[in-house]
């Protein structure tokens, strides 16, 4: 398996002289084909690793959209776990669009910081309840 700077992985072996604890979860800090830099989550150790001595971890996120009258909802789950929200309302004076609130939502949730452009286009390829086509 090919790992990137930034993996986290868990230890699995450590019979190939680094001295990580079996279970120590560690940070991907230089890559390799089979030899592989790792250092603590703590920051304290710094050592070489067999690719067959660690695994990575897996995450996994999610951005599920809701609707709910003139709100739109933007909510991030990391590994089925609830993280954060973000919304964008429609004023009552104007008329819904689920496109330009659901654009907003996911700006708002990214921390993405410029002004609202209308027709700043975002690419996406879910799905919302029922099969439509979100875009």
Sequence with gaps: MKFKVGDLCKVI???HC???SIGEI??????GDRAIECESTDG???WIVNAEDIELISK?????IKQKKN????????NGQYIKHANAYCNPSDT?????GRDLAIKRLLDIEDKFKPYLK???TGTKRGNKDLS
Excluded: P, W, Y
């Excluded at 996994?60 to 599920?64: A, H, K, L, N, S």
């Excluded at 819904?96 to 330009?100: H, L, R």
């Design 122 to 124: 975002l690419s996406f």
């Design 26 to 31: 560690v940070c991907v800090i230089g890559e």
């Design 71 to 78: 709100k739109v909802s933007a909510v991030l789950f990391e």
């Design 13 to 15: 072996d450590n019979t």
């Design 44 to 46: 304290m150790e710094r």
């Design 60 to 64: 996994t996120q999610t951005i599920e």
């Design 96 to 100: 819904f669009n689920f496109k330009i």
């Design 18 to 20: 680094h001295f990580f």
